[in-house]
């Protein structure tokens, strides 16, 4: 499972949405993240953890689909 948290972003410094496995303490893209940061807002997203995000469910959805004889995950 993965969960949204905000925090700097590494090469601006603008605080983004960071994607965070449930038990990590640092985000895909390896930005430390504070699960503290309750009440702060932004519509900024990290494009290197979306793009590891967007990886690891097209990952997923691949191995659902193999041995299914219509191609479809679950």
Same mark, same amino acid.
């Given at each position: 499972?993965?969960?949204?948290?905000?925090? %700097?972003?590494?090469?601006? =410094? &603008? #605080? /983004?949405w +960071? /994607?965070? !496995?449930?038990?990590? =303490?640092?985000? #895909?893209? =390896?930005? %430390? /993240?504070? @699960?503290? *940061?309750? =009440?702060?807002? *932004?519509? @900024? +997203?990290? &494009?290197?953890?979306m793009?590891?995000?967007?990886? #690891?469910?097209?990952?997923?959805?691949?191995?659902?689909?193999?041995?299914? %004889?219509?191609? &479809? *995950? !679950?």
């Amino acid at each position: 499972m993965y969960e949204m948290h905000i925090a %700097p972003d590494d090469s601006s =410094g &603008l #605080l /983004v949405w +960071h /994607v965070i !496995a449930k038990e990590a =303490g640092s985000s #895909l893209c =390896g930005q %430390p /993240v504070d @699960r503290g *940061t309750d =009440g702060v807002q *932004t519509d @900024r +997203h990290c &494009l290197s953890c979306m793009r590891s995000f967007q990886d #690891l469910m097209s990952a997923k959805a691949s191995s659902s689909a193999q041995g299914r %004889p219509d191609g &479809l *995950t !679950a």
